[in-house]
Each structure stands twice: as C-alpha cells, then as structure tokens.
C-alpha cells in the first residue's frame, strides 16, 4: 500500500501560533498575586481553546482579517477539524486570491477527507502561484493516483522529482505508481535511485516489487 507522503510545511503556521500567543500574553491584564482566584489561576492562555478564542474575536471586530482567517483555518486543520479549515481557507483565498499556500493547505485537507477530485483543484491552484513547490507537485501527484489517472500522477511527480531531485517521498511515489502500471523495469530505476537517498523508501519500495512479481 502507498504510503502517506503528503507533506504540510508550519513554518509560516507556527509564525502565526506566535504571534497569537504573545498577543494574548500583552493584552492580558496584571493583577496582584493576592487577588487572584483559582480560575484565574486555571486558565491556559497557550491552549488550543484560548487560542482559537483570540482569533475568533479579532474576526469578530474585522471579519476581513486575512492574517486572522488564515490563523483560523490552520487552527481548524490542527484539530483535524478539516471541512471548518477549508470553509476558512475558501474565505482567505476570497480575499487574497493569489495566497498559493492557502490553497495548497485547503488540498491537504480535501486530502484528508479522501476529497481527491477537489484536493487536485486546490493543488493545481496552488501551483499557479508557487510553480517551483516541490512538495505542492508530489501532492497533486499522489491525489491523481488516488483517482487512478496515472498518467497525470507520473507527470506530476517527475515535476516534483526534477525541482527537487533528493526527494525520496516523491521517488517512492513515483515507483509505486509504475508499479501499478505494471511497468516494473521504471520501478527498479527509481528503487536503484532511491537506494542513495533513503534506505528505508528503498527497502519499503523494494517489498512492493517483490510481492508484484
């Protein structure tokens, strides 16, 4: 069985948990130790809950907060709470249509929800704007084969693979898919590649071929 080579980078969402974070530790008020009461005391202002409660009230006061909705929509996707986290990156994308992450982010989640017609959407949008993301390429490669246009799947991983040719995700992907093919010859070449690069892909790829012949 393929495995799960989807990939979702966090940089640009932990940058986002951050700031949050230091927004509600400023704004929070100062009491004195003594007056405080147990619920107080309680309250975890680096929860999840707290979190999604400082955004939601920034939405609140500017429903067209793109920084706030993408903030939102990542939360959502956090919480594996995906059809929210789409609706959230729809609305981001609404208002900044060139946010190629946000739509790349909206593919993952319709890949989540074994969506693949509409994660290939997304990905395709994406790639519109951020045409050199590796990992946006192997992504729309994987959603093709789960709708079992292999052609379309080679073309995209092989994209993958030339703008970033240490990419063993993609390699074993990309083997696994001309496996399915029944092209066993290209699935050795890309086992013989992937060998350099990640002994445990190779070694994964391999069992596969093997239980083929």
């Known amino acids: 069985m393929k495995r799960n080579f989807r990939h979702v980078p966090r940089g640009l969402f932990l940058l986002a948990l951050i700031t949050a974070l230091l927004a509600v530790s ?11 009461t147990a619920e107080t005391r309680a309250v975890n202002p680096y929860s999840n809950e707290s979190v999604f409660d400082e955004v939601k009230k ?14 939102l929509a990542d939360l959502y996707n956090r919480d594996a709470q995906y059809e929210q986290a ?52 192997n992504n729309l490669g994987v959603a093709y084969g789960n709708l079992e246009k292999y052609g379309e799947e080679i073309t995209a991983l092989k994209k993958a693979i030339k703008l970033r040719p240490n990419y063993s995700s993609a390699r074993y992907n990309l083997g696994y898919t001309y496996l399915r093919k029944g092209d066993r010859k290209a699935a050795l070449r890309e086992y013989e590649a992937l060998k350099k ?13 093997d239980k083929a012949s």
């Open 26 to 36: 400023s704004c929070a008020k100062e009491e004195p130790a003594s007056t405080k």
């Open 58 to 71: 920034k939405l609140e006061k500017n429903p067209d907060d793109v920084d706030a909705l993408y903030h």
């Open 86 to 137: 789409i609706e959230a990156y729809k609305k981001v994308v609404k208002l900044k249509p060139t946010m190629g992450y946000a739509y790349f982010k909206m593919g993952t989640a319709y890949d989540r929800l074994n969506r693949p017609a509409e994660a290939v959407e997304a990905f395709k949008k994406a790639l519109k704007y951020m045409p050199n993301y590796a990992v946006a390429y």
């Open 197 to 209: 690069l990640d002994e445990g892909a190779a070694e994964a790829l391999k069992k596969e071929i």
